[in-house]
């Protein structure tokens, strides 16, 4: 069977020489946590199952940045790897693969172009394609909306794009079903509402995804304890569980959670 | 000298850095003459069956004189797909026949690929499993799987809605359906156990 993954992401700041791994608090102040291949190594050595990257610039300047941030990552980081932000054409993806990726995660480009989800599947697999999905919750309900019963009320889920500047008004859940007939092989699917609350995963919003789409979604947005990780885990299908800032200032040590999770019956890697 | 064959099919740097760190001489072979005096050969693979023998066909010669001489040699998915004599993802394409059987689809109703990590059965200790334990969780991505004729060739299987090969021996052949390289330190002992086997 298996086993639920645990993936730190390293969000990048590639305007600073070499890159530096970045959490925003309250999408002001940023604080540095790292250098990105450092980070990356340390995650390793800790247990991480897989690595995603996210240049947060998203500027195609700063491309040779990441590529080279993820050529010297994988001389010491054995997991797979992956690779978003700013990704809009086949040739910029096979730039980040060329490097050593495994996958690239496509969001703003995707919603604005669908095709090239296709485009990227065809040519490297629907393994190597990823979709980021960023889900806002709403409450006023339309007709031909997905609807997902909350504690909080019925709503249905919006995809923002931008990095959550905008909105587009295209229903998160009809949006994923049809990025997998694309070819799309996973969802990095992230609850705009809960990311950045440290109030857990959005329990609701991961279970309904899990369930109507039949690729392997990764929970996102709002971990901040081990026992958020295990809620996801045993209230809904993700296959794997994403975290940042609760990795990146040595809060929790990725080791120490997934003897936590194995220690309640969650299948993991240890 | 260990050989990683190129045939135009992905990226390699994955392959390499981790053969780099386990104390091999990587050196990636494009053309079918570079692989005369290699200690080993890695036949690594991404992408479709078809399309994977296409590229790879140049060098089925060369490849098979070499396991008939006794080089160790290493396939890593569909690089141990192709050992085969067929697979339904590319039917009329014939595989190197190496193993007799073929490549079939993984069963309806589970997630397809197979994508994560799932844990070994041991169905053989072959030195290639020195370090290696029952349980021990490798890196998978794939949607089609080996079904061997000779069950004896199996050396390790998983389990995703069906027992899966997940690797099998024959002589100085060795290949995984798992991806070693991606596999942390479990996988980087593997590759190891096989550098080690190349320098006997």
């Known amino acids: 069977m298996l086993a639920r993954r645990i993936i730190p992401c390293l969000d990048c700041d590639l305007q600073v020489p070499g890159g530096r791994v970045v959490k925003g608090i309250e999408f002001k102040q940023i604080r540095y946590a790292g250098i990105p291949w450092e980070l990356a190594g340390k995650y390793y050595e800790d247990g991480a199952d897989e690595i995603v990257?996210?240049?947060?610039?998203?500027?195609?300047?700063?491309?040779?940045?990441?590529?080279?941030?993820?050529?010297?990552?994988?001389?010491?980081?054995?997991?797979?790897?992956?690779?978003?932000?700013?990704?809009?054409?086949?040739?910029?993806?096979?730039?980040?693969?060329?490097a050593g990726a495994d996958k690239i995660t496509v969001n703003t480009s995707a919603l604005k172009r669908p095709e090239l989800i296709s485009e990227i599947a065809s040519k490297y697999g629907n393994q190597a394609v990823v979709l980021a999905i960023d889900a806002k919750r709403r409450y006023t309900l339309e007709d031909?909306?997905?609807?997902?019963?909350?504690?909080?009320?019925?709503?249905?889920?919006?995809?923002?794009?931008?990095?959550?500047?905008?909105?587009?008004?295209?229903?998160?859940?009809?949006?994923?079903?049809?990025?997998?007939?694309l070819g799309v092989g996973e969802i990095l699917l992230t609850s705009m509402d809960r990311d950045g609350t440290y109030d857990g995963f959005d329990i609701p919003l991961t279970d309904a995804v899990s369930k109507r789409v039949r690729v392997p979604v990764i929970a996102s947005g709002g971990c901040a304890s081990p026992e958020h990780m295990l809620e996801v885990f045993q209230k809904t299908d993700a296959s794997a569980a994403l975290a940042a800032s609760i990795f990146h200032f040595g809060e929790y040590n990725i080791a120490d959670v997934k003897r936590y999770l194995k220690e309640r019956g969650v299948n993991v890697r240890v | 000298?260990?050989?990683?064959?190129?045939?135009?099919?992905?990226?390699?740097?994955?392959?390499?850095?981790?053969?780099?760190?386990?104390?091999?001489?990587?050196?990636?072979?494009?053309?079918?003459?570079?692989?005369?005096?290699?200690?080993?050969?890695?036949?690594?693979?991404?992408g479709a069956f078809g399309s994977c023998m296409d590229q790879l066909s140049r060098f089925a010669d060369v490849l098979r004189?070499?396991?008939?001489?006794?080089?160790?040699?290493?396939?890593?998915?569909?690089?141990?797909?192709?050992?085969?004599?067929?697979?339904?993802?590319?039917?009329?394409?014939?595989?190197?026949?190496?193993?007799?059987?073929?490549?079939?689809?993984?069963?309806?109703?589970?997630?397809?690929?197979?994508?994560?990590?799932?844990?070994?059965?041991?169905?053989?200790?072959?030195?290639?499993?020195?370090?290696?334990?029952?349980?021990?969780m490798f890196y998978f991505v794939h949607s089609?799987?080996?079904?061997?004729?000779?069950?004896?060739?199996?050396?390790?299987?998983?389990?995703?809605?069906?027992?899966?090969?997940?690797?099998?021996?024959?002589?100085?052949?060795?290949?995984?359906?798992?991806?070693?390289?991606?596999?942390?330190?479990?996988g980087l002992k593997i590759l190891e156990n096989f550098v080690r086997s190349a320098r006997c």
């Open chain 1, 53 to 98: 990257f996210l240049d947060i610039t998203a500027s195609h300047e700063r491309r040779e940045t990441m590529t080279s941030v993820i050529r010297k990552t994988s001389e010491s980081v054995f997991v797979p790897l992956a690779v978003g932000g700013g990704i809009r054409s086949v040739e910029e993806a096979r730039e980040v693969f060329n």
């Open chain 1, 144 to 181: 031909g909306r997905e609807v997902v019963q909350t504690p909080e009320g019925p709503c249905w889920f919006e995809c923002s794009f931008y990095g959550g500047r905008e909105f587009t008004g295209i229903d998160a859940i009809a949006w994923a079903r049809k990025a997998v007939s």
């Open chain 2, 1 to 46: 000298m260990i050989a990683i064959v190129n045939y135009g099919m992905g990226n390699l740097f994955s392959i390499y850095n981790a053969l780099d760190r386990v104390g091999a001489d990587p050196k990636i072979i494009c053309d079918p003459e570079g692989l005369a005096g290699a200690d080993g050969i890695v036949v690594p693979g991404v």
């Open chain 2, 65 to 136: 004189r070499a396991f008939e001489d006794g080089v160790p040699m290493f396939g890593i998915c569909i690089g141990m797909q192709v050992l085969f004599e067929e697979s339904e993802e590319s039917p009329g394409v014939r595989g190197l026949g190496w193993i007799k059987g073929n490549v079939v689809r993984l069963p309806e109703g589970v997630m397809i690929p197979q994508m994560g990590w799932n844990s070994l059965t041991i169905k053989r200790p072959v030195q290639m499993f020195d370090g290696i334990s029952d349980g021990d």
């Open chain 2, 144 to 186: 089609y799987y080996g079904r061997p004729i000779d069950k004896s060739v199996i050396a390790a299987t998983t389990e995703h809605g069906v027992e899966v090969t997940a690797a099998v021996v024959k002589d100085n052949l060795f290949a995984t359906q798992f991806h070693p390289e991606k596999s942390g330190a479990k």
